[in-house]
């Protein structure tokens, strides 16, 4: 008769384990889900903040350029007209070394590497997070934390569009096709 307490109550013990272990691995997976989306929506404000710093940099870097060629051909104008009149030099043979200004290519340099820089951060941050979405995939497709996950709403963001990877046409085309162009750079 006292072996029937014991029992019944390692019964109740166990059954209280499995239950609290249950409820912790639902909680695990729970947490685990929402961290992966705050992680995806962290990495596209991430991805949105250098692209957007990167072209405003490209542009007034761009703007400063075309200003100074704009200024420096203003300039040889300027003193060409100072020289030889609105007309120019109407000489066939003229024995005159001219050091006119010109434009620097250092700006054209600031420019490429703005560009490279700010598509090295884009490929970081890209890069995690498709590491964030494979992850969150992989965590789906499984057995039990998959079907956990399902009865619990997830997931909740849209995972096409939070794990689509920011790419130009030509890029986008080559992966649809199986056909890459040459780069044409004029």
């Known amino acids: 008769m006292k072996a029937a307490p014991i029992i019944i109550c390692s019964i109740i013990a166990l ?9 912790l691995t639902y909680q695990s997976v729970h947490d685990n889900a929402v961290s992966w989306e705050a992680t995806l929506e ?9 692209l957007s710093r990167v072209t405003t940099s490209v542009q007034q870097t761009a703007g400063v350029v075309e200003i100074y060629a704009s200024d420096v051909k203003d300039a040889i104008k300027a003193a060409v007209e100072g020289r030889y009149g609105k007309e120019g030099s109407k000489a066939v043979f003229q024995m005159i070394q001219e050091k006119n200004p010109t434009v620097s290519d250092k700006l054209y340099l600031k420019l ?8 090295k951060e884009v490929q970081i941050i890209q890069t995690q997070k498709l590491e964030v979405c494979a992850s969150y995939k992989k965590e789906l497709g499984y057995l039990i934390r998959g079907q956990i996950l399902r009865v619990q709403g997830f997931p909740k963001a849209d995972l096409a569009l ?21 780069i044409k750079l004029r």
């Open 15 to 23: 059954l209280g384990f499995s239950a609290l272990s249950l409820f």
């Open 42 to 50: 962290k990495k596209n404000g991430e991805t949105e903040a250098v």
């Open 112 to 119: 490429a590497d703005l560009i490279g820089g700010g598509q």
């Open 162 to 182: 939070q794990c689509r990877v920011i790419s130009d046409s030509s890029t986008r085309s080559a992966m649809e096709t199986g056909l890459q162009q040459p």
